[in-house]
């Protein structure tokens, strides 16, 4: 999304949320399928923890190679409705149907959403993390360096073993000596290219400049302090996409905090990323950053 555009839908939307008047309020345990635009798939989920009016907000960002998955898909821990927090679920439009940047827009208008409606919603989106898994990492750290680009750096992201960098996808496999389970990254059929329209490597440059990676080589900000793990047996994407991660968000801001670690042994997502060390580390990081 060229950056005219996503300032102006971000501010937009933000001098609406300055001026806005609160005239409902959910109640119960949660909000289904709360409208944030206006397809089908342009709607988000909504728990609530108990007892807290005006709660800090985690929004999760769910994967499936840009071309399948839903909010659903991700659960939500309890551990973080009791530490009072709300925990919000993003659908968008998918691949199949709508090519990139749609993805984009569409994590963008669901953040501008909370903070427009956050009265009503019982929401304090000034209090923000992102996460996102696999397809839904890759949305999740696109969406906080826009965030950042209008000077509304979120209080942290979680990247959970996603793509980074379509250009090196394939390159940095081979380093690791194996085949991608879905195949080539470069080729017309994969997921990347599909999402993007062109072969990934008929255009390797603009490929890697509309993604985490080449945003973060044009970025010198300060940046939210990021949490990065991945599976080092990951068939899908290789783990050199999350060391490239944490290098490049060192690179534009060198005083930024990043929690980088490999789940020894663990493939693409999985138990290993909803128990143990990786879920401790996760809730103690959202925690922490929504204070």
């Not at 399928?33 to 798939?41: H, K, S």
């Not at 080092?232 to 490049?248: G, W």
Request: glycine content about 12%.
């Amino acid at each position: 999304m060229p950056g005219l555009i996503r300032r102006t839908l971000l501010l937009s939307g933000l001098a609406a949320a300055a001026g806005g008047i609160a005239l409902w309020r959910w109640r119960g345990p949660g909000a289904r399928d709360v409208a944030y635009g206006d397809g089908p798939l342009q709607v988000l989920d909504i728990t609530y923890p108990r007892g807290v009016d005006a709660a800090p907000v985690l929004v999760m960002i769910h994967g499936g190679a840009f071309r399948a998955g839903d909010k659903s898909d991700l659960a939500v821990w309890p551990e973080l409705l009791d530490a009072g927090i709300a925990v919000v679920r993003v659908n968008y439009r998918l691949s199949s149907t709508d090519r990139w940047p749609a993805q984009s827009e569409d994590c963008l208008s669901a953040i501008v959403h909370l903070q427009r409606e956050a009265p009503g919603l019982g929401l304090d989106p000034s209090r923000l993390v992102l996460l996102g898994q696999s397809a839904g990492a890759f949305l999740a750290v696109s969406t906080a360096l826009s965030l950042v680009e209008v000077g509304l750096k979120p209080r942290g992201v979680v990247s959970l073993y996603g793509p980074m960098d379509f250009s090196t996808m394939d390159e940095d496999m081979a380093a690791l000596g194996r085949t991608p389970a879905m195949g080539a990254t470069d080729a017309a059929a994969s997921p990347e290219s599909q999402l993007l329209g062109y072969p990934v490597g008929e255009n390797r440059a603009m490929a890697r400049a509309l993604g985490p990676i080449g945003r973060l080589d044009q970025l010198r900000e300060p940046l939210p302090p990021i949490l990065i793990r991945h599976g080092d047996a990951d068939p899908m994407i290789a783990d050199l996409q999350a060391k490239r991660l944490r290098e490049a968000w060192l690179a534009a801001d060198p005083q930024a905090e990043v929690d980088y670690k490999l789940v020894e042994g663990a493939g693409h997502g999985g138990e290993a990323f909803e128990t143990g060390d990786v879920r401790a580390d996760v809730l103690a990081f959202v925690t922490k950053a929504l204070g």
